[in-house]
């Protein structure tokens, strides 16, 4: 601290001091620290996306260490997760599971992808034969929320933990509850959206 100024903040960062009230009245209570002209722009916005998709949340089986596998060790998040065999993996579209005594388990979009656009690999895998079907909605602690969404085309978006969001397209699978899934209502719309999300 020469001169007693502080040279801990860069030259092309801006300093906000804000007041409680201020974010509450502020729409959605959102954080936007940025020029006037921007903050103006996104509060006189008379649509959302909400007015162009379905924007929802996905699944919990109660116990993921219990259904779900993971692809390696490898992956974050995969600590006390089995590792998953590779004649355990399946394919299925309903919702009813798949009718086997085995255990067959398909792929979920449970956390962020390492890539925009595309996930590189499927790290995730969720059990879903008939029985564990019964067990999920069953289960108290399940949440088998929004499961008209389910299978369906629609882009990922990871709870925003971090300072940048990979969106990637999600096709024929289950996603977790941890992941923001976003269905446009016009399916033209998908490119557009899934680069909006990925742009700086």
């Known amino acids: 601290k020469p001169n007693g100024k502080n040279n801990n903040i860069l030259p092309h960062i801006t300093k906000y001091n804000l007041k409680q009230d201020e974010i509450l009245n502020n729409k959605d209570c959102r954080f936007i620290l940025a020029d006037n002209n921007i903050i103006s722009l996104l509060n006189k916005s008379k649509k959302c996306i909400g007015d162009f998709a379905d924007v929802v949340t996905g699944f919990y089986s109660g116990n993921n260490k219990k259904y ?3 692809a390696s ?11 998953i065999n590779h004649d355990e993996i399946g394919n299925s579209n ?4 798949i009718d086997s ?4 388990y398909i792929p979920y979009i449970k956390s962020a992808s390492t890539t925009k656009y595309i996930r590189k690999d499927n790290d995730w895998y969720l059990l879903w034969n008939k029985k564990a079907i019964k067990e999920y909605l069953s289960n108290p602690k399940a949440r088998f929320q929004n499961s008209k ?5 629609g882009i990922a978006i990871p709870m925003v933990k971090s300072s940048n ?3 990637t397209i999600m096709h024929n699978c289950i996603f977790d509850q941890s992941i923001v899934g976003i269905f446009p209502h016009n399916s033209s719309l998908m490119n557009y959206f899934l680069a909006l999300f990925n742009s700086e």
């Open 149 to 153: 969404f389910y299978f369906r085309d």
């Open 101 to 104: 005594d085995k255990d067959i």
């Open 73 to 83: 060790q490898d992956v974050r998040g995969a600590k006390g997760y089995n590792i």
């Open 165 to 167: 969001i990979k969106a």
């Open 68 to 70: 779900v596998k993971v």
């Open 94 to 97: 309903s919702l009813e599971g």
